[in-house]
């Protein structure tokens, strides 16, 4: 019934620090990043911006003060940066744009028109997704996917927005995925 198209969704769920990885994997819907994946993309990162700061000359305070900073790409709990994030989905040939600023503000799109959004506030990281003609909240921290009714999803990014989130609208398509495919077909009920 209704309940298993529910279930056909991939809804990673809350590990450590690890948001940055569920929230990838729940937008692609799969298992397609692990974390060795993402240290390793902010290992790379980390190294660019090495050389860099190097070009500048190895004996600079700069270039010092950089070497002793922690990775502001990755810390140890699984915390991953946008740079990661961006440059993970690249690799899927997606991009992000800044949903919350102006340049894109003024296009006045409909978010209804768009496929998928990325949320960040502070250290944590979530996807908000159309599947077939619904949408739906794939925070890895709730117990499963929540259904966002189409009249409530521009106030329920509205309500993100005043809450300090960065939200981010991801461009490019999406692999295929089971649920998608199943949902055109079916309507979740809430």
Same mark, same amino acid.
């Not at 921290?141 to 960065?166: M, N, R, V």
């Given at each position: 019934g209704p309940l298993g198209s529910m279930e056909s969704i991939f809804h990673e769920k809350q590990e450590g620090s690890l948001c940055a990885q569920h929230c990838l994997n729940n937008l692609l819907q799969g298992e397609y990043f692990s974390p060795v994946e993402l240290?390793?993309?902010a290992h790379q990162l980390d190294e660019e911006e090495r050389m860099?700061?190097?070009e500048g000359g190895v004996t600079s305070e700069d270039y010092r003060t950089f070497l002793q900073q922690p990775s502001g790409n990755m810390d140890d709990s699984g915390f991953f940066s946008i740079q990661v994030i961006s440059n993970a989905l690249k690799v899927w040939g997606l991009e992000l744009i800044l949903f919350n600023?102006?340049?894109y503000q003024r296009l006045r799109i409909d978010p209804i028109?768009? #496929?998928s959004f990325i949320c960040n506030y502070k250290e944590h990281w979530?996807?908000?997704r159309k599947l077939g003609k619904q949408w739906f909240n794939l925070n890895s921290l709730l117990t499963g996917p929540e259904l966002i009714s189409d009249t409530y999803l521009a106030l329920f990014l509205a309500q993100l927005q005043q809450e300090g989130y960065s939200i981010f609208v991801v461009?490019?398509?999406l692999p295929d995925c089971e649920a998608d495919q199943l949902l055109q077909m079916i #309507?979740?009920?809430q």
């Amino acid at each position: 019934g209704p309940l298993g198209s529910m279930e056909s969704i991939f809804h990673e769920k809350q590990e450590g620090s690890l948001c940055a990885q569920h929230c990838l994997n729940n937008l692609l819907q799969g298992e397609y990043f692990s974390p060795v994946e993402l240290s390793s993309i902010a290992h790379q990162l980390d190294e660019e911006e090495r050389m860099r700061m190097a070009e500048g000359g190895v004996t600079s305070e700069d270039y010092r003060t950089f070497l002793q900073q922690p990775s502001g790409n990755m810390d140890d709990s699984g915390f991953f940066s946008i740079q990661v994030i961006s440059n993970a989905l690249k690799v899927w040939g997606l991009e992000l744009i800044l949903f919350n600023s102006p340049e894109y503000q003024r296009l006045r799109i409909d978010p209804i028109n768009e #496929r998928s959004f990325i949320c960040n506030y502070k250290e944590h990281w979530f996807t908000v997704r159309k599947l077939g003609k619904q949408w739906f909240n794939l925070n890895s921290l709730l117990t499963g996917p929540e259904l966002i009714s189409d009249t409530y999803l521009a106030l329920f990014l509205a309500q993100l927005q005043q809450e300090g989130y960065s939200i981010f609208v991801v461009k490019g398509d999406l692999p295929d995925c089971e649920a998608d495919q199943l949902l055109q077909m079916i #309507r979740v009920q809430q």
